[in-house]
């Protein structure tokens, strides 16, 4: 595969249960972003790692979780979440975090979640 | 605050031509982006402008004027596949990207 994969595509959760995001990119890049994409609103950056190193936490509730294991791949993990965090979660990857130069991002398709 | 502007929908037929435009004010400026975003797809590159003018590129093209915080992209002979949501995204002087809430463009033949 190339690009970047993120699972599942789509997720229903309650807000007692525990779930994760999965993405992975095959493209050697070093900087690794979750977005979360809600209807008619800006793409809100929520994380950022670069080297597998935490740069940048967007002030995002503790509710959300990430891992980053390796440059590869990116987890968020979820737990007891609220309706409102219902919305498309999408994974980027980049050369490097600066995004100087015209260093632009590599999106995944989303994983779009619903929280009942 | 920083803010870019957009329209949140355009119409167009098939073979037309469209300008989406995208107003910023941001802090600091380092370079402004273009990205496509099918329907349920990842949102892929389209341009980048970082000093003033046009950047033509196939049937694309974007133009920049820092002076005016002014950009659009101009998509020439639209096909059908055109139809997609198109999003500004601006750079600010902390090298954070800024982003519009987008355009959604629908072509109907």
Redesign the interface.
Known sequence: ETGVTQTPRHLVMGMTNKKSLKCEQHLGHNAMYWYKQSAKKPLELMFVYNFKEQTENNSVPSRFSPECPNSSHLFLHLHTLQPEDSALYLCASSQGDSLSGANVLTFGAGSRLTVL | GQN?DQP?EMTATEGAIVQINCTYQTSGF??L?W?QQHA??????LS?N?LDGLEEKGRFSSFLSRSKGYSYLLLKELQMKDSASY?C?V?DSN????????TKLIIKP
Do not use: D, H, K
């Open positions: 870019i949140t380092n370079g982006f990205y349920g797809e990842a949102p892929t590159f980048y970082v999003l995204a750079r090298y954070q990207l800024i982003w519009g809430a987008g």
